[in-house]
């Protein structure tokens, strides 16, 4: 059993722009009334992407990919794996049966806070696999497709970003069908022509995509939700 830090669940780690533990509360009464047939599960990149709280650095390519259906956005400002698998653990998928789970964890298991001294790669990888792990457990039908971390400022988080990825995709990028996970890569269509950081997709110039960056997001999962949800989804 896994016994480093982004592996053992946790409440909320840091204070950020919003109420975590009112978000929590929102999101348990959300599950008792919807089915969703998407749900996305990460930190600050996805739950800014919708208009909750707020925020909303992505809302109009949200609205137009999936306003018409039936998602749940379980991103959680600044959210470490471990807050992600608590929240897991404390009914966020109580009664749930997507068709699909987008998880985007990770990033800031390298963010350094006199709250938390930061993660190595190894450890990082270990929590995202105990994630995926409980995903699995609580949706056993579902599509899980496991994103590789987006590219980050400054240079010294990339470098460990990148030897995430790869373990990531040593462990993820090969499996058959039939165990239902895809490991989705898409660092290119991040950077510019001569594989440096493109500051103009994002709305902070080094984590947080902007509309740019949020469709590139969306144009990538498109296919996959098309061949998931088939006619329920809007095209």
Not at 1 to 10: A, G, Q
Request: negative net charge; aromatic residues 10%; glycine residues 6%.
């Amino acid at each position: 059993m896994c016994e480093l830090r982004p592996c053992i669940p946790c409440e909320k780690i840091e204070d950020d722009s919003y109420d975590w533990y009112a978000r929590h509360r929102a999101k348990l009464e959300e599950v008792k009334h919807k089915k969703a047939d998407i749900v996305f599960i990460g930190d600050s990149i996805t739950h800014f992407w919708s208009p909750e709280d707020d925020i909303g650095y992505g809302k109009e390519v949200w609205q137009e990919f999936y306003g018409d259906c039936s998602v749940l956005n379980l991103g959680y400002g600044f959210d470490r794996t471990q807050n992600m698998i608590w929240r897991l653990e404390h009914g966020e998928m109580a009664g749930q049966a997507p068709k699909v789970i987008v998880v985007n964890a990770g990033t800031n298991q390298f963010s350094v806070t006199p709250r938390y001294d930061g993660d190595t790669p190894e450890a990082a990888f270990a929590g995202i696999e105990k994630l995926v792990s409980l995903l699995r457990s609580l949706a056993p039908e579902a599509l899980i497709v496991l994103m590789a971390l987006f590219p980050r400022k400054p240079a010294e988080r990339q470098r460990a970003i990148d030897e995430l990825n790869g373990l990531l995709a040593a462990r993820f990028g090969n499996l058959p069908a039939s165990e239902r996970l895809l490991f989705l890569d898409i660092t290119r269509k991040f950077l510019l022509p001569d594989g440096t950081f493109n500051e103009e997709l994002f709305v902070d110039r080094s984590c947080h995509p902007n509309n740019a960056g949020y469709r590139i997001w969306a144009e990538a999962l498109e296919p996959l939700l098309r061949r998931e949800l088939g006619e329920e989804k809007r095209f």
